[in-house]
């Protein structure tokens, strides 16, 4: 049953809450494996996006592997059944707990964002007893022409070592005793919807792989993290991001090793469309130039619009007749509160129910509890069969 088909099966349930399409969650993965195709390829399902754990059930059975940056989301990982041979361990600031969590549960690799990190690693290994997998997160300098808080892949951003600390690093790499340098990773930011950048990524993953085959390095993985887009102002029209394309981009132009494995760490592009918040018009209120539409949800349980000026759809579930000018806020006590500004929506009134679309990924994930509100529940379609 599909709440924005037929909402009448949802008007008991108190809002705010997460709503998840468990269908169109399985259709878009099927149709990410579909545009993968065979071949030495594999997906992991970036945890960050959405850890709740009925997401993550159909995730596993879909035969994904986990990507993970903190040692909750490799327990969450271990407690939901994802083999620890399928689970990667990232993040720039991992602590010596977190490592030694990686460790206890023999997972397939670190990815390792500094040679500190990596001669922490090396040690925390000795001491266990073991040899740990690695890769080398390295920084490309490719603009990912998105919004600067989730561009990554910059050499003025955080992550990874740069080409020339790498070129510098092999000798130190040589030397470690207790790590084995497995493969390369890259992840050059989020919501990407210009694939001419993930092919100048592969331009450097393939000067990279260049540079280590003349130390004489044939490592057996190459991980080019995620950051596919999706289409945030029509979701209905487009709610599967176009996978083969993005695959094929690096497919055809990667140039794989012989029995090398090409890695993907895909989150928003695999949840966002299944997901969306739903609230109640609690009050529409006269303003200066529109009507202010207040709803019972607000930054604390979807901080995208409020962090990044993002936009999400929003859909009347009660009323489709007329069109009025909103704005459409939360009940925060902070302006930044806002879903949309000058938005066009049918003629509004108090308790209408809203869908505001495309809200599974880094929705549920990134909630507070700011002026202590409650966590809201999710309810997924499957609920109502
Ligand atoms: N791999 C790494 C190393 C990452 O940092 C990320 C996301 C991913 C994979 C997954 O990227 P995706 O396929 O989801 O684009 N909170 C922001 C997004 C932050 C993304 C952080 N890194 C937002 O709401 O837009």
Redesign the pocket.
Known sequence: MSIYTNSDHFRSIETPFYYYDTDLLQKTIKTAQKGLGNGPYQI?Y?F??NSNRRILKEVLKFGLGA?C?SGNEVNRAVEMGFDPRNILF??VGKTDKEIKLGLEHDIFAF?VESLQELKVLDQLSGVSGKKTRYAL?INPNVDANT?E??T?GKRDNK?GITLEELNLAIPLIKSLEHTEFIGI?F?I????MDLSRFKELVDRCNEVQRLLLDHSFELPHINV?????IDYDQPEANSIADFKGYFDCFKKNLALLPNQTLHF??????V?QCGSLIARVLYIKPAERTSFMVLDAGMTEL??PA??R?FHFIENLSSQEGSVVYDVVGPICETSDAFARDLSLPETKRGDMLAIRSAG???EV?ASQYNLREVVPSIFSDDFK
């Open positions: 992991h970036a960050k996006a990507d940056v990232a993040g990815n997160r919004h808080y989730i990554t992550f990773h992840h930011g989020s919501q990407i993290g995620g950051g596919l887009g760490e895909l989150g928003r592009s695999l966002a901080i995208r962090l990044y993002s990924a880094y929705g990134m």
